[in-house]
């Protein structure tokens, strides 16, 4: 992560939930709010990875505390947030990261539970999630929300309609809620990451010199992104100098969605 000076410690005190920060692009983001003095609250639900990110931010001298959450359940994501209020008073920032890759398959051998899953904790969890959010913004009377969406939300990819169509959806919901919350001071966006060199796609990659070089040299950049890059846009969207944005995506993906 850049310390960028003009927005360095810009969020003293300020209170900022992100979801999958166990890994990859969620922990990345984690670790820049902490460094620009937000108070972290890192969810995600793989305990040990989610432990790991609240030690790496706390050897680096900021706060964080680890609040475990399935954000496929309703019930977990209202204790989520409820737990964050009761801790900190108040949620400033959130960032809906946790997603995952589903097994790639052509639909007609994709199977309805790789559908289903796929659909709730990319699509449903964001809704869940932004619900609870919301509920605290409007009393608080602000708020920022940033849920992550993919070039899979922008463009077809083979094997993966269902992920490709959560990503698609979730772009649909954060439209239409940056619309309704507009006049409340709680601004939405999502970030469309491209390749991003995450243990997602190592799982997809399998880690396969030829498979990664292929993969980045779909960005005309021709390399894979850093979570960091992704965190940078994030940390952007939540900052005052974003105060005119919302209802958009930012595409941060070394040039892939413009060929
Ligand atoms: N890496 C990429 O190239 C890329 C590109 C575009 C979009 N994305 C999106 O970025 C987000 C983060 O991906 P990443 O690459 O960092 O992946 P990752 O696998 O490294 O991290 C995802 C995190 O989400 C957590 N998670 C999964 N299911 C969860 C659930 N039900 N409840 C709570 N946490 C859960 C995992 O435990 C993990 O810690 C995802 O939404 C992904 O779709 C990634």
Known sequence: MTNHPTFQRSFQNQIALVTGAGSGIGRATAIAFARHGANVVVSDVNERGGHETVEMIRRDGGEARFIGCDVSRSDQVKNLIANTVST???????????GIEGTPAPLHESTDENWKRTIAVNLSAVYSCMKEEILVMLRQGSGNIVNCSSIAGIRGFPGMG????????????????????????????????GVIHTPMVDRVTHQDPKV???????????????????????????????????????VVDGGWCAK
């Open 88 to 98: 900190y008073g108040r949620l400033d920032h959130a960032f809906n990261n946790a």
């Open 212 to 250: 990664e070089a292929d993969y980045a040299a779909g960005a005309p950049m021709n390399r894979m992104g850093n979570p960091e890059e992704i965190a940078d846009a994030v940390l952007w969207l939540c900052n005052p100098g974003a105060a005119f944005v919302t209802g958009t995506e930012i």
């Open 162 to 193: 269902a992920y490709t169509a959560s990503k698609h959806a979730v772009l649909g919901l954060t439209k239409s809620a940056a619309i309704d919350y507009a006049s409340s001071k709680i601004r939405i966006n999502a970030i469309c990451p």
